[in-house]
Structures are given as C-alpha cells and as structure tokens.
C-alpha cells in the first residue's frame, strides 16, 4: 500500500509561483498513475492533472499552460504552479492508483497525501 506526503504549499500572491512535492513510500511507485487533485471549501474535489507510468500527462483546462506536473525516477512527484490564481486557492493533495488508463477521477485512486494548503 503506498503512502503518500505532500509538502510546498503556502501563500503567495497573484501572479506567483509554487512547487509541490509529493514523496511515495512504495518502492513500486513508478508503475502507478499519479496526479494531483484540489479542494476549495465548499466545493467539490477537482481533478487538476495526472502524468502515466510512462510520462504522459492531461491538464485540466484551468491550469493548462501555468502548471506542470512531473515525476522523477525514485518516489516523488511535482507539481509546479506558476501564474497563480486568486481561483488556485485550495487544499491540494497528490494521489495514486493502479488502474490504468489514468485519468482525474478520484474514484480511480486508492491512496491520498493529507493535503497541503495553497492560498492565492
């Protein structure tokens, strides 16, 4: 079962930028899809963006073009956040999954950081 532990988040001010990480405990991480989800208060959890065992990645369409996601080749994940948005502010938390196609349905994923807060 893979843990995982989110850490980057903060306040910043419009227009600023944010690296996320994400460190999986599971030595088979590499095999799993990843992504990052975000919740606002009172709003539903969002998918923001999800990278395959093989490096491809989906954006949603909010975050196309300011945030990247990546992975290196050990156990942890990235998100890089630039432009940030008053709208970005959100608990954002990494996840993991072992069914394939990947996608940024939450349902498809079975293990979840504790969040980390971003504040715009």
């Known amino acids: 079962h893979v843990q995982l532990v989110e850490s980057g988040g903060g306040s910043v001010e419009a227009g600023g930028s944010l690296r996320l990480s994400c460190v999986a405990s599971?030595?088979?991480?590499?095999?799993?899809?990843m992504a990052w989800f975000r919740q606002a208060p009172g709003k539903e959890r969002e998918g923001v963006t999800t990278?395959?065992?093989?490096?491809?990645k989906r954006y949603a369409d909010s975050v196309k073009g300011r945030f990247t996601i990546s992975r290196d080749n050990k156990n942890t994940l990235f998100l890089q956040m630039n432009s940030l948005k008053p709208e970005d502010t959100a608990m954002y938390y990494c996840?993991?999954?072992?069914?394939?196609?990947?996608?940024?349905?939450?349902?498809?994923?079975?293990?979840w950081g504790q969040g980390t807060q971003v504040t715009v």
């Open positions: 990278i395959t065992p093989f490096g491809l």
């Open positions: 599971s030595h088979t991480y590499s095999r799993y899809c």
């Open positions: 996840a993991a999954g072992s069914s394939m196609p990947c996608t940024v349905v939450a349902g498809q994923y079975n293990a």
